[in-house]
């Protein structure tokens, strides 16, 4: 199922993620495993944060892919179903 994915990474774990190497690997670590459609990094509320659109095989996956954010960044992990446009008109038309 594609999912919606944002990460709000704690500013101080974050810093220290960015200075022992952790950030670049806990990110790499989510792309190799999940391959994104897309990956945005940007700053929300002050934090840094990323977005991605995935598909995400099974539910017993969240842990692994939310744990490392969790545990390396103490981050905030918001996932959701997420539609693209064919979809949309797909659900609207069985209304």
Same mark, same amino acid.
């Given at each position: 199922?594609?999912?919606?994915?944002?990460?709000?990474?704690?500013? =101080?774990? !974050?810093?220290?993620?960015?200075? +022992? /190497?952790?950030?670049?690997? &806990?990110?790499?670590?989510?792309?190799?495993?999940?391959?994104? =459609?897309? !990956?945005?990094?940007?700053?929300? +509320? /002050?934090?840094?944060?990323? &977005?991605?659109?995935?598909?995400?095989?099974?539910?017993?996956?969240?842990?692994?892919?939310?744990?490392?954010?969790?545990?390396?960044?103490?981050?905030?992990?918001?996932?959701?179903?997420?539609?693209?446009?064919?979809?949309?008109?797909?659900?609207?038309?069985?209304?």
């Amino acid at each position: 199922m594609r999912m919606f994915l944002k990460v709000q990474m704690e500013v =101080e774990a !974050a810093n220290r993620a960015v200075k +022992d /190497g952790s950030l670049p690997k &806990i990110v790499q670590g989510f792309t190799d495993r999940f391959k994104p =459609e897309g !990956a945005w990094f940007t700053s929300v +509320d /002050g934090k840094r944060t990323m &977005i991605a659109i995935f598909d995400l095989p099974s539910t017993a996956d969240i842990p692994v892919l939310a744990e490392p954010f969790f545990t390396g960044m103490n981050a905030t992990v918001d996932i959701a179903p997420a539609m693209d446009a064919a979809d949309l008109q797909a659900g609207l038309s069985a209304l």
